[in-house]
């Protein structure tokens, strides 16, 4: 998504999460969506985005229920409607909680699947640098344990016995090679 | 008399032998030129949380000030939405 510049000087462009109980029926659910979006429409709300993200788990219950369904608009607005618009999400009875924030500055929006799939990328790289650590700690200690079992090297030998000249006369004949170009 | 035991550390996560000592760490967000912290991303503000939900020492998460007090934000707004706990 490119990015969000207000079409006018007044405006700004808000972003709003919408908690919705998760108790509501299919039909309720979307006559609750309708009159939400209309609260916004009537106040003159330009829509951007709308993204659900689904039945989720709550991190605390409110209203003594522990899940529901959240929905982000992002909706271009003027400040004074943003108030008002802030104050009457608050009468809806199925919103169990609604938060209305003007975007940041480099403010990119990200679909809740993007995000998870994002997410979910993160995880797997994460698992495969510990195996690979976990790999590689293994390998330096079994190292570790072959040189510690190794018997203590003996004094060094000279790789190649003495065989009583009979080098030496090799040699001469190698180097008295007249074919021999060095 | 035996000489007294060296004490375990508290927290592995603030002992990593991988990361420079505490005090010392650059911040994870400049490194990756975070310009925002959004506060509908749970698993950053996982990280930066603790086990009872508050949040970490910029002493041992390195964050800077100004990204500190960005995740701050952040971290109020997910607690109003619940989704992350107050305290848990």
């Known amino acids: 998504m490119p990015v969000l510049t207000p079409s006018t000087e007044e405006a700004r462009i808000y972003e709003c999460i919408v908690l919705f109980s998760l108790q509501l029926s299919e039909k309720e659910y979307a006559q609750a969506l309708a009159s939400i979006e209309q609260i916004f429409e009537e106040k003159g709300g330009k829509k951007l985005a709308k993204d659900v993200w689904g ?59 993007e995000r998870a799939s994002a997410w979910a990328k993160e995880k797997e790289n994460e698992v495969q640098e510990k195996e690979k650590e976990r790999e590689e700690t293994l390998k330096q200690k079994m190292i570790h344990r072959a040189a510690k079992a190794a018997p203590p090297k003996e004094a060094s030998k000279p790789l190649v016995p003495d065989a009583g000249g009979s080098l030496e006369e090799k040699l001469g004949e190698i180097i008295s090679d007249e074919d021999l170009r060095l | ?19 420079p000592p505490p005090g010392k760490r650059p911040c994870p967000f400049c490194l990756k030129g975070i310009a925002w912290i959004d506060y509908k991303d749970y698993p950053i503000l996982k990280k930066f949380t603790n086990y009872f939900s508050s949040i970490k020492k910029r002493y041992y998460t390195g964050v800077c000030l100004r990204h500190q007090k960005m995740l701050k934000t952040a971290v109020e707004r997910a607690r109003f939405m619940a989704i992350i706990a107050y305290r848990k």
């Open chain 1, 55 to 113: 039945k989720q788990g709550l991190a605390y219950p409110i209203k003594k229920q522990t899940e529901g369904q959240y929905v982000v608009y992002l909706y271009e607005l003027s400040p004074e409607s943003a108030q008002a618009i802030d104050a009457a999400l608050i009468l809806e009875k199925p919103v169990l909680r609604h938060l209305l924030v003007k975007i940041p500055k480099h403010y990119e929006f990200v679909t809740f699947a």
């Open chain 2, 1 to 19: 008399m035996p000489p007294p035991r060296p004490s375990p550390p508290r927290n592995t996560a603030q002992n990593d032998p991988h990361l």
